[in-house]
């Protein structure tokens, strides 16, 4: 009788042991499946960190009014009046356009020897006030009255309806109300001077021309050299390949007559100071001289209707 409750208790402390040791190994099966994969989820996907390092950067031209420059990526850079901005950025989460660091490396136009200097615009953030942080990365930037600006949006922490733009002053790193995008932004594209023979060089030889100049290397274009702009500036035209390109600086900079006639002589044939620029009405083949931005513009105005 006493062996039979003896193997009785033993077959249940064997039970208990048995669906412990069980449950054990159901949940390390659980914890070496799941957790591999959130590891790698979050690594591959979860975090992304986006950094533009630049290859080179130089001004030249009239009064060094245009930036040559190369970087690492697209869209992570910006042309101002007296700086060249790059940004870095890292996102949390899938699909995240809301950084949790952002920093500008911020380059001296006029003094490319130094070194750039680092803003952490998340940091001053903090200071400027705690109740927003960032809704989008910058978007971006403007000169205005000899000062650079870099624009962001915040979002209220607590109301994300309540958003609005804010502006970086790169020079004195204070954050300030933004002008508005029409206020800022680029009326004329300064590189492209659609419908006339200086258009036709600069796309016959694989450049792309419009807000900034550009090499379009899959093109099958002129290999010659027979253009001022490729006997006096060999060395971009070697490395005008993939993100590299040609810029104008804002402000004063920006002047659409003097970056007219800059084009007329990068474009003409060597041995000839400036191109004879011809307008030719598409519709009618009526062909113009242009000797001015002005003349273009006003040439343009007139025959837009059926361009």
């Given amino acids: 009788m006493n062996r039979m409750k003896y193997l009785k208790s033993l077959s249940f402390r064997t039970k208990a042991i048995v669906s412990l040791i069980?449950?054990?190994?159901?949940?390390?099966s659980v914890y070496s499946y799941a957790w591999p994969k959130y590891v790698q989820w979050k690594e591959d996907?979860?975090?992304?960190?986006?950094?533009?390092?630049?290859?080179?950067?130089?001004?030249?031209?009239?009064?060094?009014?245009y930036v040559f420059y190369k970087t690492s990526r697209p869209n992570g850079s910006y042309v101002l009046s007296n700086h060249f901005v790059t940004k870095n950025a890292k996102f949390v989460g899938r699909g995240s356009n809301q950084p949790v660091e952002l920093s500008f490396d911020v380059y001296d136009l006029n003094h490319l020897k130094n070194p750039p200097k680092k803003i952490d615009v998340v940091k001053l953030l903090q200071t400027y006030d705690q109740?927003?942080?960032?809704?989008?990365?910058?978007?971006?930037?403007?000169?205005?009255?000899?000062?650079?600006?870099?624009?962001?949006?915040l979002v209220n922490k607590e109301n994300d309806k309540d958003k609005k733009e804010v502006a970086l002053d790169l020079e004195s790193e204070k954050i300030m109300q933004a002008l508005s995008e029409d206020k800022t932004e680029t009326k004329w594209v300064p590189f492209s001077f659609s419908y006339t023979n200086l258009d036709d060089i600069t796309t016959e030889y694989g450049f792309i021309s419009y807000?900034?100049?550009?090499?379009?290397?899959?093109?099958?274009?002129?290999?010659?050299?027979?253009l001022n702009f490729l006997k006096e500036y060999p060395n971009y035209y070697k490395d005008m390949k993939g993100l590299a390109r040609v810029e104008v600086r804002q402000g004063e900079y920006n002047n659409p007559e003097a970056i007219f006639?800059?084009?007329?002589?990068?474009?003409?044939?060597?041995?000839?100071?400036?191109?004879?620029?011809?307008?030719?009405?598409?519709k009618t083949n009526e062909q113009t001289p242009i000797n001015t931005y002005q003349e273009y513009k006003e040439w343009y105005e007139t025959h837009r209707d059926h361009l």
């Fill in 22 to 28: 069980l449950l054990a190994l159901f949940a390390s």
């Fill in 45 to 65: 996907h979860e975090v992304q960190i986006v950094k533009t390092k630049v290859e080179r950067i130089e001004t030249f031209g009239s009064q060094n009014r």
């Fill in 131 to 153: 109740r927003y942080k960032l809704d989008f990365q910058a978007r971006r930037g403007y000169s205005d009255n000899g000062r650079d600006y870099m624009v962001f949006s």
């Fill in 211 to 226: 807000y900034y100049l550009a090499y379009n290397e899959d093109d099958d274009g002129r290999k010659d050299t027979n």
């Fill in 261 to 282: 006639q800059d084009l007329r002589h990068w474009f003409a044939p060597v041995g000839q100071d400036k191109l004879d620029v011809i307008a030719t009405d598409p």
